[in-house]
C-alpha cells in the first residue's frame, strides 16, 4: 500500500487543479509536474522492480515539488549513468535511458537538445522498446519525417505488434495535422492487429479530438482498467508508468463534454484512486 500511496505522488499532480484570480483553471503545470516526476523516477532506475523504485519514487515527490517552485526536475548524473551501461555492455539499458533523457528534455521546452539524444539512442538500438516512444517523441518536437520513418519501416515487418504501433504512429501524425477521422481509422485498424493499452489511449484522444466524447470516454475507461498494462506496455523489463500520467485528465475532460457531474476518481480503478482530497 505505501508503495502505491508515493508512486501515485507525482500521478496526483496531473490530477490537481489551481484557479488563477478569474477563476480559469491552469492544469498545464500540474501536468507537467507529473509527467516530469515519474520521467526521472523510470529514468534513474528503469530497470528496477516496483518495490526497488521506492526511494526514487520518493525523490520524485520532491521534484514535483520543485517544479511547482519553478526549479524543474534536475536529472542529474543521467549521462554518467549512460556511460555506466555502456561500459558493462548494456546497451539496450544505455538506449532507454537516453530515450527517456529525450522526453525529460522535451517537456523542459529543449527540443533540439531532445532530438539530438533520440538520434543517440537509436543509434544504440532499434527495437521496438526504444522506437515507439522516439517517434512519439520526434512528433512533440516536431520532427514528422522522422516519426512517420519509424512507423514505415515497423509497418514492414510480420510481427502483428510491430504493425500495430507503425498504424499508431501514423494515426499520430494524422492527429497533429488536424485529420482526426484519418487517425480514427488508423488507430482502429491498428487493434486488429493487436489490441494494446497504448493503442486504446490514443484511440480516445482522436475520439475526442473529433468530437465523439462517448467513444472516447468507452477507450479512455477502457485504458483505466487496463491499467496494469501500463506498467510495461512492450511486455520486457522496462517499466512505462508514465504514460499512466495523463489518463485521469483526459478522462475529466471527456466527462466534462458529455456533462457528467461525477468526478474523475469515481471511474478510476482503486489502485489509480488519490483518496479525496487529493493527497497520496
Known amino acids: 500500500m505505501r508503495i502505491n500511496r508515493v508512486y501515485h505522488t507525482g500521478l496526483r499532480c496531473n490530477r490537481r487543479r489551481r484557479r488563477s484570480d478569474d477563476g480559469k483553471r491552469t492544469d498545464g503545470k500540474w501536468t507537467r509536474t507529473a509527467i516530469q516526476a515519474l520521467l ?6 528503469p530497470d528496477a522492480k516496483l518495490l526497488a523504485l521506492l526511494d526514487v519514487l520518493v525523490a520524485a515527490r520532491t521534484l514535483a515539488l520543485n517544479t511547482l517552485a519553478g526549479a524543474g526536475p534536475r536529472p542529474e548524473g543521467a ?8 561500459a558493462a555492455g548494456n546497451t539496450q539499458a544505455a538506449a532507454s535511458k537516453w530515450i527517456l533523457l529525450a522526453e525529460t ?29 522516439a517517434a512519439i517523441s ?8 522522422a516519426a512517420t520513418a519509424i512507423a514505415d519501416s515497423l509497418s514492414q515487418t510480420l510481427r502483428p505488434q510491430h504493425r500495430a504501433y507503425g498504424l499508431m504512429i501514423k494515426a499520430l501524425v494524422d492527429l497533429e ?22 493503442i486504446r489511449f490514443h484511440t480516445g484522444r482522436a475520439y475526442l479530438a473529433a468530437g465523439y466524447a462517448v467513444e472516447a470516454l468507452a477507450d479512455f475507461e477502457m485504458a483505466a482498467a487496463r491499467h496494469g498494462e501500463a506498467s510495461a506496455i512492450f511486455l520486457d523489463d522496462t ?3 508514465r504514460y499512466l500520467a495523463t489518463l485521469p485528465s483526459w478522462l475529466d475532460r471527456a466527462q466534462h463534454e458529455l456533462g457528467m457531474t461525477e468526478s474523475v ?5 482503486a489502485s489509480l484512486d488519490f483518496g479525496s482530497n487529493g493527497e497520496p
Open 138 to 145: 520526434y512528433l512533440r518536437a516536431g520532427k514528422i519525417d
Open 239 to 241: 517499466p512505462t508508468y
Open 40 to 45: 526521472v523516477a523510470e529514468l534513474l532506475r
Open 105 to 133: 528534455l522535451l517537456h523542459q521546452g529543449k527540443n533540439e537538445a531532445a532530438v539530438a539524444t533520440l538520434e543517440n539512442g537509436l543509434e544504440l538500438d532499434d527495437g521496438i522498446v526504444r522506437t515507439v516512444p
Open 265 to 269: 476518481q469515481q471511474s478510476l480503478p
Open 177 to 198: 495535422s488536424g485529420r482526426e477521422m484519418d487517425a480514427i481509422d488508423k488507430l482502429r485498424a491498428a487493434t486488429e492487429f493487436a489490441d494494446l493499452w497504448l
Open 79 to 86: 549521462e554518467a549513468g549512460i556511460a555506466e551501461e555502456m
